[in-house]
T-cell receptor
Framework: NAGVTQTPKFQVLKTGQSMTLQCAQD?????MSWYRQDPGMGLRLIHY???????DQGEVPNGYNVSRSTTEDFPLRLLSAAPSQTSVYFC?????????????FGEGSRLTVL | SQQGEEDPQALSIQEGENATMNCSYKTSINNLQWYRQNSGRGLVHLILIRSNEREKHSGRLRVTLDTSKKSSSLLITASRAADTASYFCATDNNNDMRFGAGTRLTVKP
């Protein structure tokens, strides 16, 4: 079982460059989300989606875009990378049943912006 | 801002001892969850407790929830060196999942 797959695992960008972090899940989960984790901090929600065609902002959405064209995929786009976006990014998914329920996480994507 | 706040930030115990971590949150919730993260890895779900539940058990884990105090605790009994990890609480408020900063648990063999 693949679960939640994130690519790439590591990426180095220069300030101003753009890139997309990919996230795919094979569990037919409606709910998907992106978090960033900075040293000594918990995870902060960037964007989330409760189904194809539906996205919403989390706690720290600025500088990031998302789309959800299929149930399986939820890419995170950095339009113009900044050093403040250096972080570890986690994608997570869950089934919906009244509440978000248990989240299944990918292994993370470590991004460095120079 | 983060919803959950764990206490203590770090905890070091001997193998066989019990470990207790606390979580406080600010707003109403649908459920509260606890997750574990080994260094450099993704988070793994441990246990979920709904807002109308007061206590839940899973193996060596015991979770309590006090909605009047907006707090939860995670107890790990008979700890093992393999329990060394960071533990996070997460609160769900209509699909907006917020995590605390975590408790770093070290279990010494």
């Amino acid at each position: 079982n693949a679960g939640v797959t994130q690519t790439p695992k590591f990426q180095v960008l220069k300030t101003g460059q753009s890139m997309t972090l990919q996230c795919a899940q094979d569990m037919n989960h409606e709910y998907m989300s992106w978090y960033r984790q900075d040293p000594g901090m918990g995870l902060r929600l960037i964007h989330y989606s409760v189904g194809a065609g539906i996205t919403d902002q989390g706690e720290v959405p600025n500088g990031y875009n998302v789309s959800r064209s299929t149930t399986e995929d939820f890419p995170l786009r950095l339009l113009s990378a900044a050093p403040s976006q250096t972080s570890v990014y986690f994608c997570a998914s869950s089934s919906l049943g009244g509440a978000a329920g248990e989240l299944f996480f990918g292994e993370g994507s470590r991004l460095t912006v120079l | 801002s983060q919803q959950g706040e764990e206490d203590p930030q770090a905890l070091s115990i001997q193998e066989g001892e019990n470990a207790t971590m606390n979580c406080s949150y600010k707003t109403s919730i649908n459920n509260l969850q606890w997750y574990r993260q080994n260094s450099g890895r993704g988070l793994v779900h441990l246990i979920l407790i709904r807002s109308n539940e007061r206590e839940k058990h899973s193996g060596r884990l015991r979770v309590t929830l006090d909605t009047s105090k907006k707090s939860s605790s995670l107890l790990i009994t008979a700890s093992r060196a393999a329990d060394t990890a960071s533990y996070f609480c997460a609160t769900d408020n209509n699909n907006d999942m917020r995590f605390g900063a975590g408790t770093r648990l070290t279990v010494k063999p």
